[in-house]
């Protein structure tokens, strides 16, 4: 009987979900002509975060009135978005950044200027509550795609011997989040070829000087470190689960420097809040012209205490997490810190103390 017992409440806890599932009631306030109307429910923030992979997703024909029925919600906290699939083709279009390109609408009638947020866009469904919400549809992207202007700063702390010094750097934060362009302040990324899931891109970043000469005793007379603007082609995967992978080559393209990098890098997106956040790992090329240029001693800067050294090409591993913070609809703030790890070529150099530069990247911006 015990056995019997034991058994009849595991059935009932499989069984509760099911028991508990509700029906909500959709009204769009701007109801479209043509097309599909796809709903779907979330339970997940790093899902919906991504806007892939809903708990539950509906299909329905296009009414006049505007009103459609979700049946079978299990209760508890979900969010619900509303897309409309223009030319049926059974997913929910992308720009080559993964914005949405078609008309979508968000429960609590919310409108992310960036990732969207779980939290504002959710609400509780209980049993047997009769829930109706209203959604309204938008483009996010609208006629000019969505701009941002804000302030920045860019950080690097010093691996030289006697040098605490530490690399900082104000600038205007500008974003732009268009069909094919993204720019987040110093980062800058156009898709060429390729879809929201696999897509080749040209991409920029400016690279701030590594050092000035004076920072430490070190450095003396080896000249001050410039600042320049890397360029070049990548690949990026947008992978299931919020996995992405980055490959990109970059080359100094205003000759400060020389050389190039070579960077690949796996990412994963999380949602806590309204925070959106991405821990990545990777490995970075530079190329001898860029090493040498940063950490090597030329024969013209040789001294008794401070031996000529090349450095030769050198691979770094290097660990980061990214993000993007809403503030409110307009204000968000962007981060983007990490850790380079320098290889023993580098490690070597007489000029170097520490085998680990950490780098960052902040800034606070208004969405138009």
Not at 82 to 97: I, K, M, P, Q
Not at 178 to 205: C, F, H, I, K, M
Not at 337 to 344: F, K, Q, S
């Amino acid at each position: 009987m015990t056995f019997i017992r034991a058994s009849f409440l595991l059935v009932l806890m499989f069984e509760a979900p099911l028991a508990l599932a509700e029906s909500i009631s959709v009204r769009l306030a701007n109801a479209p002509q043509q097309g599909v109307l796809v709903l779907q429910v979330y339970r997940d923030a790093s899902s919906f975060g991504d806007f892939r992979n809903p708990m539950l997703e509906t299909r329905h024909t296009i009414v006049e009135d505007g009103r459609y029925r979700i049946r079978g919600v299990p209760t508890g906290q979900i969010a619900v978005l509303a897309y409309v699939d223009e030319n049926e083709s059974g997913a929910l279009d992308r720009t080559f950044v993964g914005i949405p390109k078609e008309p979508i609408g968000i429960s609590n009638n919310y409108r992310p200027k960036g990732p969207p947020s779980f939290r504002r866009a959710s609400f509780p469904l209980k049993a047997g509550e009769d829930r109706e919400l209203e959604v309204t549809l938008y483009d996010v992207l609208g006629e000019m795609g969505q701009w941002g202007v804000g302030l920045g700063v860019i950080v690097q702390s010093s691996p030289y011997q006697g040098s605490d010094s530490t690399v900082t750097q104000v600038i205007p934060a500008i974003t732009y989040l268009g069909e094919r362009l993204q720019w987040l302040g110093p980062t800058v990324r156009y898709g060429l070829l390729g879809s929201d899931r696999l897509r080749l891109a040209l991409n920029a970043t400016y690279r701030v000087g590594a050092y000035e000469e004076d920072d430490s005793a070190a450095l003396s007379g080896l000249g001050d470190r410039h600042n320049t603007l890397m360029a070049g082609i990548g690949l990026v995967y947008d992978g299931p689960s919020g996995i992405d992978v980055d490959f990109r080559y970059q080359h100094d393209v205003l000759d400060r420097v020389g050389g190039g990098t070579a960077e690949f890098r796996v990412s994963r997106g999380f949602n806590t809040g309204n925070f959106r956040w991405a821990p990545s790992v990777g490995v970075k090329w530079l190329s001898s012209d860029l090493a040498n240029y940063d950490f090597g001693v030329p024969v013209s800067g040789a001294r008794v205490s401070r031996p000529a050294y090349d450095v030769g090409s050198s691979t770094n591993f290097a660990i980061g997490i990214g993000g993007m913070l809403e503030l409110t609809e307009h204000w968000r703030v962007i981060l983007d810190v990490g850790a380079e790890y320098l290889d023993d070529n580098i490690a070597d150099s007489p000029i170097v103390d520490d085998r680990q530069v950490f780098k960052g990247f902040a800034a606070v911006t208004y969405t138009f």
